[in-house]
Nanobody
Framework: VHLAESGGGSVQAGGSLRLSCTYT?????MTWFRQAPGKEREGVAA???YYANSVKGRFTGSRDNAKKTLYLQMNNLKPEDTAMYYC????????????????????WGQGTQVTVSS
């Protein structure tokens, strides 16, 4: 499984970005993670259903199977959203507790940087 992210960039607080991730094979869980400098990698959005509390109501995950592309629409961005964003894939089943845990994912993209300035 090969994954490749794009769409990152720099934006002011309150702005929006849409990240894309193309993939070669569909697995049970297609998830967005992020990692800020000095912090642990954290799950952001999985299968367009599970979201980290910090992004609920602002981020929306979706997928176009025909295009084999995963999306992350990010609205009302905040400086604390600044991070490297990764897409990842995993085979199921995963519990609700595990679905946003990076250790459960075997396949990763190279990441795309998102920087939000105040």
């Amino acid at each position: 499984v090969h994954l490749a992210e794009s769409g990152g960039g720099s934006v002011q607080a309150g702005g929006s970005l849409r990240l894309s991730c193309t993939y070669t094979s569909t697995l049970d869980y297609m998830t967005w993670f992020r990692q800020a400098p000095g912090k642990e990698r954290e799950g952001v959005a999985a299968n367009g259903i599970y979201y980290a509390n910090s992004v609920k109501g602002r981020f929306t995950g979706s997928r176009d199977n025909a295009k084999k592309t995963l999306y992350l629409q990010m609205n009302n961005l905040k400086p604390e959203d600044t991070a490297m964003y990764y897409c990842a894939a995993a085979r199921g089943p995963l519990s609700t507790y595990d679905v946003l845990r990076p250790g459960k994912y075997n396949y990763w993209g190279q990441g795309t940087q998102v920087t939000v300035s105040s």
